[in-house]
């Protein structure tokens, strides 16, 4: 069978591989601590599962419109509204079956043969797949851990050239667990103003603050013109089985993402949209104990990566994620990754699977127990001793 070029192109999610292989493991027989996949280990709060199967009973199993229930789409515009600290119209926003479907919609929306996209490497890395496959040309934008894993704004400003587009932006970081200085998204936003340029601003880590609070590009005059929010349920309220995200659509691409939703998959799930509901207007007390639990967690990784010969880990300031760098233990990440899968019993990810510039680093979850956190990084420790 011949596949399409343009299958060539298409990247895929490491997290899931490295899952898929830790399974194949523990059916073998090993003990796998889990540090790889990007999901809270909380389970999903009481009232939203409750209102999920209320909604199933009252009858919300049918079809809906492409872009939302409208209740559910209110639902979405207030929250935004009161967390952004400006009026967000129902009729901006789409729902969608998670947030990945924001960003391809956004790059076959918007992007032509050619067309150029700055986004951050290390990143999420759908964000590169779907550049190409759209036929974009990705531009990436180094995170340097001399910097915080933030972007250097005046590089920034020189890759802008007459075919950049788009620029996305991802605060907290995946993987880096970085926050982008209100200061930084303000320049940002200049150079968007000034050339004329789109930003696809990732906000799924909203809640995972551990220093200040949400801060948005949107909040700087003249963006909310020019900007698309992707947002969801699946990390702040432990929702990722439920796929169910969001997007806060300027006025002119509302239609388009909505025609892309009915050619897609017709609409998102309507019980599932009911739930929604609960989680956004229901209590939000279960995320504030998740992201205090979290917080403690990531002392307890931090500091047990830095007693590691070979590993040093800046503290990450959002997100659930460390990405230490793991140069000092004289192997590429690929190689790390693989020795602590196969050798110390932990799954984690190399920094490559997130672009080029993870090249000497690694992505590890916090969304573990406290006990295996610490017995993981006590096996690492022990693996690297006994090379």
Known sequence: MRLASRMGVLGTETAFETLAKAKALEAEGRSIIHLEIGEPDFDTPDHISAAGKKAIDDGFTHYGPSPGLPEARKAVAKFVSRRQGYDVNPDN???TPGGKPI??????ALIEEGDEVIYPNPGFPIYESMINFSGGAPVPLPLNEEAGFTADIDYLESKITNRTKLIIVNSPNNPCGSVIPHSDLEQIAELAI??????LSDEIYHD????GEHTSITQVPGMRERTIILDGFSKSYAMTGWRLGWGVIPDPLVEPFSRLMTNSVSASTSFI???GIAALEGTQ???????????????????GLNSVDGITCQTPKGAFYVFPNIRGTGMTSREFADACMYKAGVALLP???????????ARLSFANSEENLLKGISQIKEMLAAR
């Open 93 to 95: 926003i789409v729902i």
């Open 103 to 108: 960003m391809f919609f956004t790059m076959l």
């Open 194 to 199: 000034k050339n004329d340029l789109l930003v």
């Open 208 to 211: 995972f603050y551990f220093e």
């Open 273 to 275: 949209q009911i739930a």
């Open 285 to 303: 007390q279960p995320v504030t104990d998740m992201v205090a639990e979290f917080k403690k967690r990531r002392t307890v990784v931090v500091d």
């Open 351 to 361: 920094g490559t699977a997130f672009g080029e510039y993870g090249e000497g680093y």
